[in-house]
C-alpha cells in the first residue's frame, strides 16, 4: 500500500521531447510538492501546492507545469525537454503546510534527456 | 553561501563503530530539524524530527541541536551494514513551506 506513488519510475526520452509525471499520494495530506534531486544528491524544491492551489513556484522554467486535479495528485509536466534537465524528480507529500511535520517522498522518477 | 552546509563525504566505517553526521546552517529562523535516510534509487525517508536544541534519542539514533552554533548532529552507535545509505540533513520554519536540504553524506558500513 504505496504512501506516495510516482510513474514512470524511469523515463528516457529525446531532447525537444514532452513528458509528464504523475504522482499521488493516500495519506490525506493536505501539501504536495516536486523536488529535484541532480546527480550531488542535491534536493531542491520546485513545486508547492496546498488542497489544489500552487503555493511555491521557485525559479523554474517555464517549461516545467505542475498541475493538481485534486489534493491527492500532483503532475509534473515537461515541455521541450533538454539535457540539463536529467535528473531524479520526488514527489512528497506532508500532512500541512509548513512540512514541521515531515514529508513523505515517492521513489522518485529517473528522466533521462538524450 | 549555501544556506546548509553538509560534509559529502563519502564516509567508511567499520560495523560496529559510533558514526557521527553533521550540518551547519545560516540562517536563524530555521527551528525545525530533520534527518532523512536515502537508499540508493530510492526515496528520502524521514529518519528523525527535532524542533529544540538538545538531543534526542530513537533507538540506536541520536540528532542533537545546537541552535546557538547553528549546528545539528546525527549519531548513529552499533552501526550495521544495513545503515549504508546517503543522510540528508533537512531544515524549515513555522509557516514556510518548503525543507531546506543539506547535500547529503554519503555512508558506507563495512561488515
Redesign the interface.
Given at each position: 500500500d504505496t504512501a506516495?506513488s510516482q510513474t514512470p519510475k524511469y523515463l528516457v526520452t529525446q531532447m525537444g521531447n514532452d513528458k509528464s509525471i504523475k504522482c499521488e499520494q493516500n495519506l490525506g495530506h493536505d501539501?504536495m510538492?516536486w523536488y529535484k534531486q541532480d546527480s550531488?544528491?542535491?534536493?531542491?524544491?520546485m513545486f508547492?501546492y496546498?488542497n489544489k492551489e500552487l503555493?511555491?513556484n521557485?525559479t523554474v522554467p517555464n517549461r516545467f507545469s505542475p498541475k493538481s486535479p485534486d489534493k491527492a495528485h500532483l503532475n509534473l509536466h515537461i515541455n521541450s525537454l533538454e539535457l540539463g534537465d536529467s535528473a531524479v524528480y520526488?514527489c512528497?507529500s506532508s500532512l500541512v503546510?509548513?512540512?514541521?511535520?515531515?514529508?513523505?517522498?515517492?521513489?522518485?522518477t529517473?528522466l533521462t534527456v538524450v | 553561501q549555501k544556506e546548509v552546509e553538509q560534509d559529502p563525504g563519502p564516509l567508511s566505517v567499520p560495523e560496529g563503530a559510533i558514526v557521527s553526521l553533521n550540518c551547519t546552517y545560516s540562517n536563524s529562523a530555521f527551528q525545525y530539524f530533520m534527518w532523512y535516510r536515502q537508499y540508493s534509487r530510492k526515496g528520502p525517508e524521514l529518519l528523525m524530527y527535532t524542533y529544540s536544541s538538545g538531543n534526542k534519542e530513537d533507538g540506536r539514533f541520536t540528532a542533537q541541536v545546537d541552535k546557538s552554533s547553528k549546528y545539528i548532529s546525527l549519531f548513529i552507535r552499533d552501526s550495521q551494514p544495513s545503515d549504508s545509505a546517503t543522510y540528508l540533513c533537512a531544515m524549515t520554519y513555522f509557516g514556510n513551506e518548503k525543507l531546506t536540504f543539506g547535500t547529503g553524506t554519503r555512508l558506507t558500513i563495512i561488515p
Open positions: 506516495v501539501t510538492y550531488k544528491k542535491f534536493l531542491k524544491i508547492s496546498n503555493i511555491i521557485e520526488f512528497a503546510a509548513g512540512s514541521n511535520y515531515g514529508y513523505t517522498f515517492g521513489s522518485g529517473r | -
